[in-house]
């Protein structure tokens, strides 16, 4: 799993700006319609998962990642259901949100677990999970919240995975060039 991530240390550098520049857009256009929120989390979820689908794929000669695999394919799922039902009610639309940051945060502290054999520093992606999963229990707790309050949610979550992403990428990237010094990759 090591040398998958190390190699495409990019690819998590690109999921966790596209999250940033989700994050900051919330926060930008605060009087942000349903609909608008509907297209934004649809197309985030869809490239997110599309992204973290292509790495768990990438290199399926030594071994398919599951973990990352399952959360693209989570991401996917969230995008393309979000697209189909384009009316979905802000209740329903907050409960879909809900379960894919919690399924997405179990799936990341549960690769963070894995992590935690090969590398130190493992908490990053670990932190990350328990992001997501406070994010959608949060969620599920408070489901009567505006939507001016679930789009800056939204906002300050993206913001947050996506610093932990491009922070872990770049941690990656300095362990892959370690272990290229090494002769270890």
Known sequence: MLGL???NWWVLA???L??????FLAFVWPEITLGVLVILFGAYALVDGLFAAI??????????DWGILLQ????????VLTFIWPRVTALVLLYLIAVWALVTGVL???AAIQLRKEIKGEWVLGLSGIASVLFGLLLVIRPG?????????IGAYAILFGALLILLAF??????????RKGMV
């Open 5 to 7: 991530l190390t190699r």
């Open 14 to 16: 690109v999921r966790g």
């Open 18 to 23: 596209l999250a940033v520049i989700f994050g």
């Open 55 to 64: 790495t768990a794929l990438a290199d399926r000669r030594t071994s398919t």
């Open 72 to 79: 693209g394919i989570a991401g996917i799922g969230a995008g």
């Open 108 to 110: 990341e502290i549960f």
């Open 145 to 153: 919240s505006g939507v001016l309050a679930l789009v800056w949610l």
């Open 171 to 180: 941690r990656l990237r300095s362990w892959g060039q370690s272990l290229e």
